[in-house]
C-alpha cells in the first residue's frame, strides 16, 4: 500500500489521464501507409504529439515519433522491458486469438531478453562472431572473399539470362540470393536455405494469416540445423556459438539462429536494396569505381531515409510512465518508430544547422542503448553491404530504374519497411565475362562462353544448372 506519492520514488499515473485502451485509435497498416508513412508520422504527432495511439491488427499500441523520445525508449532498459511477459494485454488473456504479430515475439531470444540473461547472450555473441568481424582472421577473410564470389556469381547468372544489355529485378535476382548464400555459409547449413525461408520470414514479420505455421517452419530447420552442428562441428557461426556456450540446447540455439536469420536475410537485404536505389536515383549512369568510403556515406543516407527496421520491437512498460503527452501504464506496449526520429534528423540536416556528415551518422538504424546491433554483427552487415553493393557497380557500366523512385513498391509491416522490387536495365562493362549456359542449353545472344574448365572453378556451373533447370537441393 502507497501512504503518499512524496515516499514512493516514481509517480504512479493520475487517475483522470486517458489508458490506451480508453483512446480511439486508427490503425497503422493502412494503404496510406504502405505509399507514404512519411505522411502517415506526420499526420500523427500533429494529431497526439511526440507518442500516438495507434492499432496494430486490432491490438492498441503507442507508436514513439521523435526522436528524443525514442533515444529514451531505447536507451533506459531499467523502464522498458523486452520481455513479452510484461505485457499487461497478453498477461489478461486480452489479445485477440491468434493475433498474427505474436508468434515471432513468442520465440524467446536475446532480443527479448533482460538484464543478465541478456547480458550473458550479447557475450556468447561477442565471443562467436569475433573471427568473422574483420578479414584477418582466416573465417573472416573466407567469408569477404565467399562474399564477392557469390556476387559475382549472380551478375554472371543474370547475364546469361538476359544478356549483356537487359532487365533484371536486383531485390529477387540479386540481393536475396546473395543473402541466402551468405547465411547458408555463415550458418554452416548442409543445404543451400532457399528463398521460402525469406518467404516464412515475412509472413511472421507482417503478421500474416499463417505467421504461426510459418515461424514453426523456420524454427523447426534451425533447430535441426543447431542439432547437426552440435554433432558435426565446423567454422561457422553455429559451431561457434556452442563453443562459446556449450550449454545452450538445440532449441535455445535453433530460435537465435532464427532471428540471425532475420537480420541477415531481411534486415541486411532490404539495406542493400536502399543502399543500390540511393545510387540508382542519384545518377543514370553509374561509375564503376564507387570507393569504399562512398559506398559507407552511401549506406548511411540510406539508413538514414529508409532504415529498414523502420518501427524497432515492442518495449513494454515496467512502471507507470509519462512519455510525450501521454502516461503510459504499467505493462503498456510501445513501439519506437525510428524512422519517424529520422524525420527529425532530416529536418535539422535540411536546415543546414548541423553539418551533414554529423547528423547522417546520429541515426538510429542499428538501434541504441543495451540491444543495438552488436558491434561484431554490424561490422558483419557492413562488409556484406559494401561488397554487394559495391560489386554491382563494379560489373555494371550503366543502370537505371525502370520505374519512377515514388512508384517502387514497398512492402510495409509493422516493423520492416523493404522494397519488393528493384528494377533496372543494366549495361555490363566491357570487361566482364560472361558464362555461357550449360551444355544443351540454348546460347543466348552476345554471351560470350568461357571454357568448361573455368565455369567449373568458378563455380558457377552448378548454380547455372539449378537456375535453369530449376533443380534446389531438397
Ligand atoms: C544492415 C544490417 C542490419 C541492421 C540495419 C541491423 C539493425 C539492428 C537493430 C535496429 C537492432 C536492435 C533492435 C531493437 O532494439 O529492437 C539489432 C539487433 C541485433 N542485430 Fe542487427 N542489424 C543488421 C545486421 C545484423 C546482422 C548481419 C546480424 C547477425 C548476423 C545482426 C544481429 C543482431 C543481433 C544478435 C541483435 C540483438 C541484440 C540484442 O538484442 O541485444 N544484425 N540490429
Redesign the pocket.
Known sequence: MRVGMETHPFAAAPADSPTLESLSVEPLLTSEFDVDPGSVYERLRRTYGPVAPVGLMGVPAWLVLDYREVLEV?RNESVWRRDVRHWRARAEGRLPQDWPLLAGYEVRQ??FFDDEE?RAA?QT?HSAMRPFQDGHSPEGWELRAAVARYADELVGMLAAESGRVGFADLAAQYTRPLLLMVTTKLFGCPVELSDEIVMDLWRMLDGGPDAGPATGRVLGAMTRLAAHRRSRPGEDLTSYMLLADPTLSDEQLGRELF??AV??ND??GN?VCNTLLEVLRGNASVRRSLSAGQVGETVNRA?LANP??AN??FRFAARDVRLGNFWIRAGDIVSPSVASAHRDLLAIQSSHLVDSAISTRAHL???AG?????SA??E??GT??TTAVGRIFEHFAKAELTLPPDQLPWRSGPVVRGLRLLPVRYELSAGVVVPGPPEGAEKTDGVVAVPEAERQRSGLLGALRRMMFGGRKA
Open positions: 531505447l536475446t532480443m541478456h550479447r555473441y532471428m540471425n537480420y541477415l534486415i541486411t539495406m539508413a529498414p527496421t524497432l520491437c538504424a542499428w538501434g543495451p540491444h543495438q546491433c552488436p554483427a554490424r558483419l552487415a556484406i553491404m
